[in-house]
């Protein structure tokens, strides 16, 4: 791939004057060559002209005239996996908490406005992030809020710790054997610490469901927060049938002013899927159904990821399927049948090896052109020959590099040697030939850490990882825009600064693609364009 400096205008889409134009920029297109351009613009809600400033100011006439003053210009944000949730009354946000005091504290507060015995649940916490290095247990909740049941999630969603209060509704105890696919952390004296592993529901089943109607208020402010991160387009990774009518109720008052958005949905049931009618892509330009989605194993912070050969220093322990092979295969093959994508949640090697494989044989034994199956995470590096399979089968990756920078003391203390070193692969796979989309996740959610560690391979603590994995920043930026186009079958509506493309596409207060790559991640989103319109301006 090449840059092409001093592009010539494209041909106007017809020949009638824009209503936007921005120039003096420096404009990465993201299309096929990464080329670069001058100046972009726009009528009604399409890209009619893309070249340098002198050719596409002949457009102005009438149009709203922006001097980019040398700025880059970009395709919007695409992420092609992302968890979008409205908070209930009684949730506390501990996404940006530094220590077990603050969650304390939060807990606390949120305790004395609600009433004794009302449940109180969260989520955000780290080990890795707060200043005691440690996970919370039973007994800071205990201190916090002795009188209500309390719930918090990890980051990343795949443990919980509950207070006494909780842990007593929930009947776990000293005795409680392991529940089915999760794990009961103890202390030293055998007693639970109050987290849980990859059972959140062990919990959750006894918090009172607020109706998701209730929610819609909350998730709407929070759609509309990601343009400040230069987010325009979103794969929700995981909702319901039931989930997905109420984003349907929320897009269809708020579609125009919200990102795009897919919707992945969890596996409901061959009847259900059948009776349901629809499959993925149904919808349009706003809200459309994406893949099914599928967890394979747990994740690192459990930690319960499938894996080949044991955790560092755990004995025999691999982590752990959340289903049989048997049950996977029946399951890959009805939603290959009857016509949906699907997004599986791989985490570990076994379970990526595992994947790749029944997904082979399900394509093999009913193929079908141009499914674009894919693997959500693929955090560790798979066999050579899980490689080959999937670029033979046409099975692509939903990787979030950001996973190698938030995740590292994970890693680090589950992992060892070229496993550690090889984490969240993107030039091996790329390599092979396997398409690869990047997104966020929820670790945390926002692009410009996911370019910094899939470009400098750098961990928290500033230790790189596997630079053989690294790839270029017109590379990054391509898999967070053009490429996401593909996983929702929309590459020829979005993705790439192109004439006939939506114009999606965002201003940044620095050059990624000259400034000094510890500079990364300071870099703001000066302004995000949807459709034409300006939707967020610093």
Not at 430 to 459: C, E, N, Q
Request: glycine share 10%; net charge neutral.
């Amino acid at each position: 791939m090449r840059f092409l400096v001093g592009l010539t205008a494209a041909v106007a889409l017809a020949q009638q004057p824009a209503d936007l134009i921005l120039h003096n920029g420096r404009v990465f297109t993201a299309d096929g060559n990464l080329s670069i351009a001058q100046a972009v613009a726009v009528r009604g809600d399409k890209i009619i002209a893309v070249g340098s400033s002198a050719d596409v100011l002949k457009q102005a006439k009438s149009a709203r005239v922006i001097d980019l003053g040398g700025k880059l210009l970009l395709p919007g944000f695409d992420d092609v996996h992302i968890h979008m949730r409205g908070d209930p009354s009684y949730y506390v946000d501990l996404a940006e908490v530094k220590s077990i005091q603050e969650i304390r504290t939060k807990v606390a507060a949120k305790a004395k406005a609600l009433p004794k015995g009302a449940w109180i649940t969260g989520y955000g916490w780290s080990e890795d992030q707060v200043e005691e290095k440690r996970k919370p247990n039973r007994k800071d909740l205990d201190q916090a809020a002795p009188a209500n049941p309390v719930a918090l999630t990890r980051a990343g969603g795949h443990s919980s710790v509950g207070n006494s209060l909780a842990l007593k509704i929930a009947k776990v105890d000293k005795s409680t054997p392991d529940p089915e696919r999760g794990v009961i952390e103890h202390d030293e004296q055998g007693e639970p610490t109050g987290v849980i592993r990859e059972r959140n529901d062990i919990f959750t089943r006894f918090v009172p469901k607020e109706k998701l109607a209730d929610l819609s208020p909350s998730l709407t402010a929070k759609l509309r927060g990601l343009f400040a991160k230069g987010i325009t387009s979103i794969v929700e990774a995981n909702t319901s049938l039931e989930g997905y009518a109420e984003w349907q109720k929320i897009y269809a008052a708020h579609g125009a002013e919200l990102p795009r958005a897919a919707i992945q949905i969890g596996w409901p049931g061959v009847e259900v899927l059948q009776k349901y009618g629809k499959k993925t892509g149904d919808g349009d330009e706003h809200l459309r159904l994406g893949a099914i989605k599928v967890f394979v194993d747990g994740g690192f912070t459990g930690p319960a990821a499938y894996t080949i050969e044991p955790y560092k220093n755990q004995g025999e322990y691999r982590g752990k399927l959340t289903r049989t092979p048997e049950e996977f295969y029946a399951i890959f093959k009805d939603a290959h049948r009857l016509g949906w994508q699907l997004g599986l949640h791989t985490i570990g090697d076994g379970a990526i090896k595992l994947a790749a494989d029944t997904l082979a044989q399900v394509i093999d034994e009913n193929p079908r052109p141009d499914h674009r199956h894919y693997l959500n995470h693929f955090s560790m590096t798979p066999p050579e020959e899980t490689y080959r399979k999937m670029a033979s089968h046409g099975i692509w990756i939903a990787q979030q590099p950001n996973f190698t920078y938030t995740l590292e003391g994970r890693y680090a203390a589950n992992l060892d040697d070229r496993r550690l070193q090889l984490n969240n692969p993107i030039a091996t796979p790329m390599k092979h030939g396997i398409f690869v989309g990047l997104s966020s996740d929820i670790l945390p959610i926002g692009p410009l850490v996911g370019l910094y560690a899939a470009t400098t391979r750098k961990g928290m603590s500033g230790a790189v990882y596997g630079i053989e994995e690294a790839i270029t920043m017109p590379q990054a930026i391509a898999g967070y825009t053009r490429n996401g186009a593909y996983f929702t079958r929309e590459e020829k509506l979005k993705g790439s600064i192109e004439v006939g493309k939506l114009a999606d596409m965002i201003v940044l207060s620095q050059d990624l693609l000259t400034i000094d790559p510890a500079k990364i991640m300071d870099t703001q989103v000066d302004m995000t364009i949807l459709g034409g319109r300006i939707v967020y301006k610093k």
